[in-house]
T-cell receptor, first 114, second 116 residues
Framework: AQTVTQSQPEMSVQEAETVTLSCTYD???????LFWYKQPPSRQMILVIR??????QNATENRFSVNFQKAAKSFSLKISDSQLGDTAMYFC???????????FGGGTRLMVKP | EAGVTQFPSHSVIEKGQTVTLRCDPI?????LYWYRRVMGKEIKFLLH????????ESGMPNNRFLAERTGGTYSTLKVQPAELEDSGVYFC??????????????FGPGTRLLVL
């Protein structure tokens, strides 16, 4: 069974600075996908970024980028130039290539301070 | 294009009562998923519909939970009778395709259920 661990229940960062959220996972599979989802206080959970395990290149979406270390089973999210709107719960998630269910970490609550 | 919608946004009921949650997926998405996050825990998978058929209900906690997707459009999740440990946030998600890992699941805002 897959497990996903987010070791930082809460974090804070000053506006315009950079913050990194940690995520580790455990799986015996070789083909899978990893995701970061964001749930702002308004509660709609949205996809931030996704990474295919077969790709060595780290995914990037504007100010959001990941550091994917497959051998270490690590998938951290870096947010550059943090904005107040980045305040949210961030969930790391895993899914096997042929699977249908996402496995989530416990979440990291990020507060961006002005 | 409208996203995944869920109703109600909040529900407060007493132990032993019945509650029905509704999810409307993104139009054209054959795959519909239910997840829930009980207090302080991870978001957990409940079940997966492909159109009107239950593809996987391995995450359903017990027979007090009944999910339906008549006609392959919206879905309902009924809890009867509700227990205190059912409190949490119930998320619905949908995706296109065959319901496999490479497809992105789009989530609704969730329904916050509180059982007193």
């Amino acid at each position: 069974a897959q497990t996903v661990t987010q070791s930082q229940p809460e974090m804070s960062v000053q506006e315009a600075e950079t913050v990194t959220l940690s995520c580790t996972y455990d799986t015996s599979e070789n083909n899978y996908y990893l995701f970061w989802y964001k749930q702002p206080p308004s509660r709609q959970m949205i996809l931030v970024i996704r990474q295919e395990a077969y790709k060595q290149q780290n995914a990037t979406e504007n100010r959001f980028s990941v550091n994917f270390q497959k051998a270490a089973k690590s998938f951290s999210l870096k947010i550059s130039d943090s904005q107040l709107g980045d305040t949210a719960m961030y969930f790391c998630a895993f899914i096997h290539n042929a699977g249908n269910m996402l496995t989530f970490g416990g979440g990291t609550r990020l507060m961006v301070k002005p | 294009e409208a996203g995944v919608t869920q109703f109600p946004s909040h529900s407060v009921i007493e132990k032993g009562q019945t509650v029905t949650l509704r999810c409307d997926p993104i139009s054209g998405h054959d795959n519909l998923y239910w997840y829930r996050r009980v207090m302080g825990k991870e978001i957990k998978f409940l079940l997966h519909f492909v159109k009107e058929s239950k593809q996987d209900e391995s995450g359903m906690p017990n027979n007090r939970f009944l999910a339906e997707r008549t006609g392959g459009t919206y879905s309902t999740l009924k809890v009867q009778p509700a227990e205190l440990e059912d409190s949490g946030v119930y998320f619905c998600a949908s995706s296109q395709g065959r319901g496999r890992g490479e497809e992105t699941q789009y989530f609704g805002p969730g329904t916050r259920l509180l059982v007193l």
